[in-house]
T-cell receptor, first 112, second 115 residues
Framework: DQQVKQNSPSLSVQEGRISILNCDYTNSMFDYFLWYKKYPAEGPTFLISISSIKDKNEDGRFTVFLNKSAKHLSLHIVPSQPGDSAVYFCAPIDVSARQLTFGSGTQLTVLP | EADIYQTPRYLVIGTGKKITLECSQTMGHDKMYWYQQDPGMELHLIHYSYGVNSTEKGDLSSESTVSRIRTEHFPLTLESARPSHTSQYLC??????????????FGSGTRLTVV
């Protein structure tokens, strides 16, 4: 029973263009949504979060959009840089359980 | 600059050996977690602790055990390693008051190979 789905295992984008990573969820109890970036042989690092009372949060080149009615969120990276090449995980928090649930991740490759 | 440390980074060990994966954090976080991740797969929670002397099993069944005798230390032990334990083990911690906005802080992980 996958509560968090990242349906694109991989995405390739040209340097300077926009990267859009998508995440769908089924659990209505998710109240906060986080994105993590992970390089090989390293632990995930926190990127950006959004509360369910918002529909957009921006931090530099990274913007997360939340569509609660569709149970969908997306991470936009503009402009994409080769250093952004990594696996990106969507990780919602169930406020009652107070635990992160991770999606399977999307491997982003930014081509120079 | 890492505030959560895992050792060793890589470990190759024979079947049947007892191993302990170390995890320490210097941030004073009350909560700590162990995740297991196979290549290309989700992170699965195997153990967590909400404070000293408190430990719980996570969603993924694991033959490992953990202890939390000190706030900063959360070691994971496998009494008898098997090839099926080969995986990456990630330790994380969080501050109850900030975790909704900043999530968990992860260590660099231990890549375990059991031969």
């Amino acid at each position: 029973d996958q509560q968090v789905k990242q349906n694109s295992p991989s995405l390739s984008v040209q340097e300077g263009r926009i990267s859009i990573l998508n995440c769908d969820y089924t659990n209505s109890m998710f109240d906060y949504f986080l994105w993590y970036k992970k390089y090989p042989a390293e632990g995930p690092t926190f990127l950006i979060s959004i509360s369910s009372i918002k529909d957009k949060n921006e931090d530099g080149r990274f913007t997360v959009f939340l569509n609660k009615s569709a149970k969908h969120l997306s991470l936009h990276i503009v402009p994409s840089q080769p250093g952004d090449s990594a696996v990106y995980f969507c990780a919602p928090i169930d406020v009652s359980a107070r635990q992160l649930t991770f999606g399977s991740g999307t491997q982003l490759t930014v081509l120079p | 600059e890492a505030d959560i440390y895992q050792t060793p980074r890589y470990l190759v060990i024979g079947t049947g050996k007892k191993i302990t994966l170390e995890c320490s954090q210097t941030m004073g976080h009350d909560k700590m977690y162990w995740y297991q991740q196979d290549p290309g797969m989700e992170l699965h929670l195997i153990h967590y602790s909400y404070g000293v002397n408190s430990t719980e099993k996570g969603d993924l069944s694991s033959e490992s055990t953990v202890s939390r005798i000190r706030t900063e230390h959360f070691p994971l032990t496998l009494e008898s390693a098997r090839p099926s334990h080969t995986s990456q083990y990630l330790c994380a911690s969080s501050d109850s008051d900030r975790e909704f906005h900043y999530g968990y802080t992860f260590g660099s992980g231990t890549r375990l190979t059991v031969v």
